[in-house]
């Protein structure tokens, strides 16, 4: 019996929004981002520089695997009592001065090995046997097995990608928390 759906977190463009340009984090290490681990030496003074206009619940930041998050998709993880993740506090600031509050970094506690690799569709044949197997995925493949009780996980497989349940998808659009957010389908097999 496969698991419910499964989506792969992406950001979705939206027109003239706020994008981060720029950080002060020159003291913090990104990959402990991208870990699993908590986080408990995160700087109090951690800041993310934005332009653009139009609030968004998933902040951009380019060339990242950060996901910076509205005080609402906060809420609606914790109304739902989603667990695996914490919320990293930050300032946002725009580059005419402006505050912006209530974002946080969402630090996702769990990684999974949940690739499925023989259903996950390759760039070239050589498939998981090159050096860094993560660059020659196309579409990855989940494997259902490896999915019970899990509502956001990290791949280990390719950290960078982070995946979310049915569930976790329904307490976002409930509050009304997705804007800036693409829910990809995931395969699962």
Known sequence: MKPNNFYNLTFKEVPRAIICVRDNLTDFDPE???????ISDWPSDATLIVEGYELTDYLFYPLSSWITVSEKVQLAIRRSNLQGV????LRVEHVSGASLPGYSVLNVLEVRSALDVGHTE?????????????LNIWKI????????????FRLAEVRTEVFVSE????SLRTEKATKGFNFIKARIE
């Not at 044949?125 to 993560?134: D, G, H, I, L, M």
């Not at 569930?167 to 329904?170: C, P, T």
């Open 86 to 89: 914490q919320f990293l506090p």
């Open 167 to 170: 569930v976790f998808v329904q």
């Open 32 to 38: 402990l981002l991208v870990s699993g681990r908590s």
């Open 122 to 134: 390759w760039l070239t044949p050589e498939r998981e046997k090159s050096q860094y197997p993560e």
């Open 141 to 152: 493949a989940l494997d259902s097995q490896k999915l019970r009780g899990a509502h956001i």
